[in-house]
């Protein structure tokens, strides 16, 4: 299935979503964290890998061992991920690159750490989302009310219809990359699953890095053309 960047079918043309830089409204924040969520668990087609193909890359690279992969996973960044690779595919979900950036990298952090416990991070969404914000939920909240939720966090725990870019940054960095992991780990350790080697040794998703970069120039110099850019990031 291709993942799409734009927001075709949802009522709305890009230009109408993209945030202004200053502020940012609830509805626009949902919306596209919810893109963002999706591009985090799923990855995009020959550029970036899902979830579930970086657990096998940090499974493989530990021999298996899922205790030494998750402790990697919390405190190092995910290389695999090209950062003007990822840079284009957020100029597309209509948030300010100073938000959703830090959102992405955590998403994909604490994400990757479900995966490594032998959770599938596709089934769990919503408990990710209150995970970012450093909360622990026992049943796996509706996508919709954990984004509210994270709004609420971000906003210091305020009702705002709108709220500065840079006050939703600085609630996000306040809430710990380390305190995000130990939610995680609080809500999915106990019950956690092995990894069989026919799951990780499993052949990985094709992406080429070459031609993501180039894609990736074409939406920097053009966001707009992101959903027909995305059309030739599917292997052939």
């Known amino acids: 299935m291709r993942t799409s960047l734009g927001f075709a ?3 709305m043309r890009l230009r109408d979503m993209l945030a202004s830089p200053h502020n940012l ?10 893109r963002l969520l999706q591009l985090a668990l799923n990855g995009l087609p020959g550029c970036l890998h899902s979830l579930r193909s970086l657990r096998d890359i940090e ?6 061992d899922q ?26 979900i209509g948030m300010p690159l100073a938000l959703a950036l830090p959102l992405w990298q955590r998403l994909r952090r604490v994400g990757l750490l479900c995966e490594l416990l032998g959770r599938d991070s596709t089934n769990i969404s919503g ?12 049943t796996e909240p509706l996508e919709a ?16 219809e709108h709220a500065a870019v840079d006050t939703l940054v600085e ?11 130990l ?16 799951e990780w040794q499993d052949e990985l998703e094709p992406v080429s890095t070459s031609r993501a970069r180039l894609i990736a120039r074409e939406l920097l110099n053009d966001p707009e053309r992101a959903e027909r850019a995305n059309t030739r990031l599917v292997p052939k």
């Open 9 to 11: 079918g949802e009522g």
């Open 25 to 34: 409204g609830r509805d626009v924040f949902m919306i596209s964290c919810a």
């Open 59 to 64: 499974l493989q690279r530990f021999d298996g």
């Open 67 to 92: 205790d030494a992969a998750s402790s990697h996973a919390e405190i190092d960044t995910i290389a695999v991920d090209d950062p003007d690779v990822v840079a284009a595919c957020l100029a597309g």
């Open 127 to 138: 408990r990710l989302l209150c995970a970012l914000g450093g909360a622990a939920t026992a």
């Open 145 to 160: 009310a954990a984004l509210h939720s994270l709004w609420f966090t971000l906003c210091h725990r305020e009702i705002l």
């Open 171 to 181: 609630a996000l960095v306040a809430v710990d990359g380390a305190v995000a992991a």
């Open 183 to 198: 939610v995680i780990r609080r809500m999915f350790e106990e019950g956690r699953t092995t990894v069989s080697a026919e």
